[in-house]
Nanobody, 113 residues
Framework: QVQLVESGGGLVQPGGSLRLSCAASESIFSSMGWYRKAPGKQRELVATIERDGSTNYADSLKGRFTISRDNAKNTVYLQMNSLKPEDTAVYYC?????????WGQGTQVTVSS
């Protein structure tokens, strides 16, 4: 079972930035990604990235968020800029290996004055 350890969440002011990290317990040769769930809303895609670096973003977030990965460290990152209160959510890391989706425990991001 692949274990995912997330870090970098917290409280930030509107317009600020955060960088989330997700470290996998072993090499991931398929996709990794970030999803989020706000209170009262369903979980939604933020961004995904393949091992070769190709990316896919939610249209509403493209330009503010950037996903990247370091395969040597088995780690995926999410750089979040120009944060808005509506970005407040629990952010979940996902890694796919051998056809199975593995999920992190989630990290809270709160954007508030």
């Amino acid at each position: 079972q692949v274990q995912l350890v997330e870090s970098g969440g917290g409280l930030v002011q509107p317009g600020g930035s955060l960088r989330l990290s997700c470290a996998a317990s072993e090499s991931i040769f398929s996709s990794m990604g970030w999803y989020r769930k706000a209170p009262g809303k369903q979980r939604e895609l933020v961004a995904t990235i393949e091992r070769d670096g190709s990316t896919n973003y939610a249209d509403s977030l493209k330009g503010r968020f950037t996903i990247s990965r370091d395969n040597a460290k088995n780690t995926v990152y999410l750089q979040m800029n120009s944060l808005k209160p509506e970005d407040t959510a629990v952010y979940y890391c996902k890694a796919r290996k051998w056809g199975t989706d593995n999920w992190g425990q989630g990290t809270q991001v709160t954007v508030s004055s």
